[in-house]
């Protein structure tokens, strides 16, 4: 499975972006044999609306299984959903960090959207 | 003629100008209650029953069976009003500007678009003055396409309108003016005032506009807004003193013109110096 982690950075050591629409980058980390790739998403940095969705979009293009990220918005969350992600909302200051933790199993599947839009 | 009355800061007395500017030309005119988040030019005008229209706009609708999952809507989207990552898109109608773009982008013709309200517009007779307002439904942020709708209600055969405009330089006041053939300004001289007219100012001349400033509540603050004029050449159409029986009819619901006669004169003066502007 792949995994898609926010990041501002461009390996394991960057930092986890806590946003998830107006994440600059994802990383992608294929748990089958522990590689990863890095994806632009400046694009919707200076989106005025969607941000969310668009970003949902992508990652869900991506063919990953799970997101990893700070904090993730309502209509963000509906597409993820409706592609079947799982979100899981992390506070880890790295995105090895975060990876640790999801693969000792101490993050929890979000049910729903943990902050309102436009949040930060 | 289209004339619009439009302010950059709120609150300084565009539904002031316009209400009773339309009460003074004497003869037929439409009267646009633009400002569809909060039309209140009604309040000052005893109108007859006021006929309703509901107004929507056009929402995308997928037919699962035909959509292949290709994501040529979306990536046509520039409001992410919808969302395709394979299955069957998302649709987020409030964020949708009703452009079926999506629609028309389909290969496989998977898009038909229903009606979404947004809100209301509503019709109703005072003497010579017909008034039209959007009334835009609570929760909708979309007011462009609801003011698109009052101006297309423009009372046929009349030659004389007035267009109320929400406050600022954003996207509902653009709707507003384009198709004006002239903009009055209304602010008051203040450094908010200042501030705010500048930016409608910019705005005005982006869209190449006539344009003249009417300034409110005169005495009140300073100088600076009729300096400015001054120095920008910008015609000064009006100024309507600071007077406290002004506020109180306000604060009635009435007509300047009705409840302070002696200041009919001013607005006739407003609607010349208008007039003069534009054929020269």
Known sequence: ?120 | MILAIASGKGGTGKTTVAVNLARVTGFTVGLMDCDVEEPNAHLFLKTGPASQEIVGIPIPQVDETLCNGCGDCSRFCRFHAIASFGGKPLIFSELCHGCGGCARVCPRLAISEANHRIGVVETAQMENITLVQGRLDVGVAMAPPLIRAVKARLPKGVPTVILDAPPGTSCPVIATLQGADFVALVTEPTPFGLHDLELAVDMVRELRLPFGVVVNRAGSGDDRVHAYCNEKNIPLLLEIPDDRRIAEAYSRGELIVEALPGYRCHFEKLWNSIGELITT
């Open chain 1, 1 to 120: 499975m792949k995994i898609a982690f926010s990041t501002s950075g461009d390996d394991l050591n960057a930092a986890l972006d806590s946003r998830f629409g107006r994440a600059p980058k994802f990383l992608v980390y294929d748990l089958d044999n522990g590689t990863f790739a890095v994806v632009d998403n400046r694009q919707n940095l200076d989106a005025a609306q969607g941000a969310g969705i668009q970003s949902a979009e992508t990652v869900a293009r991506l063919g990953v299984g799970a997101i990893v990220t700070g904090h993730c918005g309502p209509k963000a969350f509906r597409v993820l959903k409706a592609a079947g992600i799982k979100v899981y909302n992390s506070n880890a200051a790295t995105v090895t960090e975060a990876l640790e933790h999801f693969k000792a199993g101490k993050l929890v599947e979000a049910g729903s959207a943990d902050v309102e839009g436009h949040w930060a």
